[in-house]
């Protein structure tokens, strides 16, 4: 037997515009062909299940193979095999409607990642590699003969009879020049384990099975213990901190998902790190950019999803609006969702020992996505400087008696650094307040959504103004100190500091407070803050200068003993010692005023 004819295509040429929209994803060719291999593995394996094929199985496998000096790569399968007839149909007529519809579909999207497949191209990726392909095949209906096709790249294409023992079928590649690095024992086996690392049916390569036909995700829960899980994820990431926890996905309604999500250590800085989650279609390794299909927030989360209904060879626009990803997108968040709650229910000891290392992932989730923040705010937990913790509902009760203002709005009083704050933390404490601990990178943000989600409620950081202000009860503390003798150290203090951005007010304040402090404006260093970790609109936030106020207590002894000092020098020094131990308080003495301050206070100014 032999023929010659041309492939049913409606360009002369289909193949100079496969290494045209695929070039940059050349490797995929042999995820294509491994991937074709497999499923004709799996489809002999469920005709013999049906009883429509009686033969010996045997062992099922896929062998990859390479020959160096025969510039060949061979992929070999004992799977369901072709006749001739089937050759024809399935290989020599594509599945798609034309490439002048591929061209005028893929021109201006700029999006040439994984669209082999999507029209019947699956096969065709060898040719981004091979300037010839030989296909040997045998079926495995009864007394099926062996045929051989081969194909240059052109439209051309010739079949012939062919000599082979054993069902299956075996593609062979005569690589061309401009692909030689595929003829390399390493580089080919690391495209072996990228994207078939977890294929359904063994994977010979060099003599090995390299990869993990049955992959965690595949079996049910109640079959696997907490050490399955730990393992599994070393095998995803080696050297990695082990995870928390985790939660199994399994659904195959309205929509087909399976997979792992482990939650890790997530404590100030986002490890963003977005190739943590990978995306498998029947075990087949698809990509690690699963934005759109997993929400942003849990772009934190490591390990495996694997659904057939994803659409993995369209357009990122086409993605966004499939009804399909939508749905897994919602059921993955009220999966993580429901796991936390339930964590929090069953565990609230475990679920606190672990919040230093999940509450950035939760408030940065409460942030990004409505309905996870309707069930977080059940268990997303605040700190106190004291080191406890409360939910938002149990916090709100332990501050209504004493830090409600005379406006009836609850005061959350805030630190975003302990011990830089350390002298405005005791002075609330010592009326009895309560001081949360918000010190990560995106509390600013978390702060100003809670605040627009909890009614009468105010957050503001302790260092903002006097404690008396910052919780206004309306009770007035006099001052010692008469009008007069307030504009005179007014005075002195504007002209001791000469500086337009520290604004100096005088108050009457308990004794025991410091003689003077240094506070920026809420609104202000909030949104400055927010800048900085990607607020929106509010870059000019960032870039503006920061004013300070500074607050002479009136009532404090050295404030008294500077208005009797006999020169106006001596009054001078005293107000510049004052400002500058404020200043210094705050980190915002430097450069060379930090040391003339030194200086002086070793002299004794």
Not at 40 to 45: E, F, G, V
Request: proline share 3%; charged share 30%.
């Amino acid at each position: 037997m032999k023929e010659s004819g041309n492939i049913s295509i409606h360009t002369e040429n289909i193949f100079p515009i496969i290494k045209k929209f695929l070039y940059s994803d050349h490797e995929i060719f042999l995820r294509e062909l491994v991937s074709n291999a497999v499923d004709a593995s799996q489809k002999i394996k469920r005709l013999s299940s049906i009883g429509e094929f009686n033969g010996e199985l045997g062992e099922l496998k896929v062998k990859v193979s390479f020959d160096k000096e025969a510039k060949t790569i061979t992929i070999s399968d004992n799977g369901i095999g072709m006749t001739a007839e089937e050759i024809k149909k399935y290989i020599n007529q594509i599945a798609f409607s034309g490439a002048t519809e591929f061209v005028e579909k893929y021109k201006d999207k700029g999006d040439d990642k994984g669209i082999i497949g999507h029209f019947g191209l699956g096969f065709y990726s060898a040719f981004m590699v091979a300037s010839e392909v030989e296909i040997i095949s045998k079926s495995f209906q009864e007394g099926a003969e062996a045929a051989q096709w081969i194909c240059d790249g052109s439209t051309k294409y010739t079949i012939n009879s062919a000599e082979k023992a054993e069902r299956g079928t075996d593609i062979i590649l005569h690589i061309a020049e401009d692909s030689e690095e595929f003829l390399d024992e390493f580089r080919l086996k690391s495209i072996l384990e990228k994207y078939g690392k977890f294929l359904p049916i063994p994977i010979e390569f060099q003599e090995k099975i390299i990869n993990n036909p049955s992959p965690l995700w595949t079996k049910s829960p109640s079959e696997l213990t907490d050490e399955d899980y730990l393992k599994f994820y070393e095998e995803l990431y080696p050297f990695q901190e082990k995870p928390l926890f985790w939660i199994h996905l399994n659904v195959d309604y309205p929509f087909n998902l399976t997979g792992i999500l482990y939650f890790p250590k997530v404590k100030n800085e986002f490890q963003l790190q977005r190739e943590k989650i990978q995306l498998y279609s029947r075990q087949v390794f698809i990509t690690d950019e699963v934005k759109d299909i997993v929400p942003e927030f849990l772009m934190l989360l490591h390990g495996v999803i694997d659904s057939p209904d994803i659409p993995l060879n369209v357009s990122r626009s086409f993605l966004q609006a499939d009804s399909n990803v939508k749905k897994i997108n919602s059921y993955i968040t009220k999966k993580v969702a429901d796991k936390l709650q339930e964590l929090f229910k069953s565990d609230r000891p475990g679920f606190e020992e672990k919040f230093a290392n999940i509450g950035l992932f939760i408030k940065y989730g409460m942030i990004s996505d409505e309905k996870f923040l309707e069930k977080a705010k059940d268990f997303c937990l605040v700190e106190t400087t004291a080191d406890k913790l409360f939910t938002l509902d149990e916090y709100a009760e332990e501050v209504q008696a004493l830090q409600t203002d005379k406006d009836g709005q609850k005061v959350y009083l805030y630190t975003t650094d302990v011990q830089q704050q350390d002298a405005f933390i005791q002075s609330a404490i010592q009326k009895g307040y309560s001081v949360l601990k918000m010190d990560s990178m995106i509390d600013a943000h978390f702060i100003n959504q809670m605040e627009s989600k909890i009614e009468k409620t105010q957050w503001k950081r302790v260092d903002a103004d006097s404690i008396d202000k910052l919780i206004d009860t309306g009770i007035q503390l006099e001052a010692i100190l008469t009008d007069d003798q307030k504009n005179t150290v007014k005075a002195i203090f504007e002209e001791t500091l000469n500086d337009k951005q520290k604004q100096v007010s005088v108050e009457a304040m308990s004794p025991d407070e410091l003689p003077a402090i240094v506070t920026q404006n809420e609104f202000m260093r909030r949104m400055s803050d927010m800048s900085k970790t990607g607020g929106g609109g509010m870059g000019m936030f960032g870039n503006m200068p920061m004013t300070y106020q500074i607050t002479i207590n009136a009532n404090h002894p050295l404030i008294n003993k500077l208005i009797d000092l006999p020169s106006e020098e001596e009054k001078k020094n005293l107000a510049k010692q004052i400002a500058d131990l404020a200043l210094l308080s705050q980190n915002l003495l430097t450069g060379a005023d930090l040391t003339a301050f030194i200086k002086r206070t070793v002299s004794g100014f």
